[in-house]
């Protein structure tokens, strides 16, 4: 997946989400897709940039991504 496709699905799960959860949709973009991010060394301010989304959200991408580590999302 490169930093298009990624900003791309995380427009996609910020923009869709209800209004009250769409920062958390940040930090669950962060954790699903934390090793395709980390395995091509992609910059967490590209995919933010990507994205569309003001950058002043980055801080929540990358405690998402610091997340994987130790959570696992849940299939709703």
Do not use: H, W
């Not at 959860?21 to 940040?26: G, P």
């Not at 002043?56 to 709703?76: A, D």
Request: charged fraction near 25%; include cysteine; glycine fraction near 6%.
């Amino acid at each position: 997946m490169c930093v298009a496709e990624l900003g791309a699905k995380l427009s996609d799960m910020y923009n869709n989400a209800p209004k009250d959860k769409a920062i958390r949709m940040i930090r669950l973009f962060g954790i699903r897709y934390a090793a395709e991010i980390n395995q091509g060394n992609y910059s967490k301010e590209e995919i933010m940039k990507a994205s569309g989304i003001c950058e002043t959200y980055l801080n929540e991408l990358t405690i998402g991504v610091k997340l994987s580590q130790y959570v696992t999302p849940k299939q709703l």
